[in-house]
């Protein structure tokens, strides 16, 4: 039964999720902790670049993950590093099609469910590292697209030792409604904004797909997943993706030892799907753990080791 006991306890000052969610995103510092980026190229032609962090001598490897519009330099991304490199992991943080600072080549790039370049990833690293222990380690989005990858068993999951998902919504459309209602304003227009301003980048770059009048229409996120992530990912409408592409149907088949730290405070999570209580109490391998406290990947303590991030160093080193 791993439904875990919470144990963060934040300062006063940092118990309002919004603040949480805000402080740790826009006021956290953490340096560069990187030592090269690497290119992948994939099997469609397009690319993927990876940052990594070496741990020479040992066997632990962990793969990053991070949120939607993020990359490897958000600082939730790097305080993991830095936490999981102290404890002698390997690091390597993806950062998804699009995501790295240079566009990708195609005219599809990243999505909430869309597992290929993840499993390219894992095989890439089995193929040329003496590989002892395999982590997954996502954020947000990034906790949705390892749990869908595990949960659905896709290719390679077996290689997979354990995983943490840190505020993982497990429920797309809840989520999406979430980030409409009013106290999630300014959330929703930074992710539009970063949005819209790849897709005219896109619109450049394949003019007979998308024209700048229709992205200049373009007025919330649900608008721009019917009208871009889903047809270009293959989905009938954002409905279908979202509904195809959320972990949360997934997780009963779950076969690789997985925490999920969700908040209650989350304004991205609150009443959605995404604090599955009961299935982690019968699950062998869902192991839960849902604090009052946190905000959207917050978790703030009073030093610069984030509680998330103690939670895990200390799962995947169990």
Known sequence: MP??????QPAAWIKNGHLATIYSAKLRRVGNPYQKR?????????????????????PNYAVLLHGLEGNSLRSYMKGAAVALAREQWNVIALNYR???GTPNRKYYTYNAGRTADLEFLI????????????????FSLGGNLLLKYLGSQEAGWELVDKAVAVSAPLDLHGTLLAL???????????????????LYQKAKQFPDRISFKTIREIDSLYTFDNLYTAPAHGFKDALDYYT??????????????????????DSFLKQTNSF??????????????????GGHVGFVTSNNLYYSEQ??????ND
Do not use: M
Request: charged share 25%.
């Open 3 to 8: 439904l875990l006991t919470p144990k963060y």
């Open 276 to 293: 599955p209580v009961n299935l982690a109490k019968k699950s062998e391998y869902l192991y839960l753990e849902t604090p009052d406290y």
């Open 98 to 100: 699009g995501c790295s």
């Open 311 to 316: 939670k895990i160093c200390d799962f995947l």
């Open 38 to 58: 690497q290119r992948l190229e994939l099997p469609d032609g397009d690319f993927v670049d990876i940052d990594l962090i070496s741990s020479p001598g040992s």
């Open 244 to 265: 195809q592409n959320s972990c949360g149907q997934f997780l009963p088949s779950l076969e690789t030892p997985s925490l999920l730290l969700n908040a209650t405070n």
């Open 180 to 198: 409409d209602r009013r106290e999630n304003w300014l959330y929703r227009t930074v992710f539009l904004r970063s949005l819209k301003q790849k």
């Open 123 to 138: 095989a890439y690293l089995h193929q040329n590292y003496e590989i002892g222990k395999l982590a997954l380690v996502g």
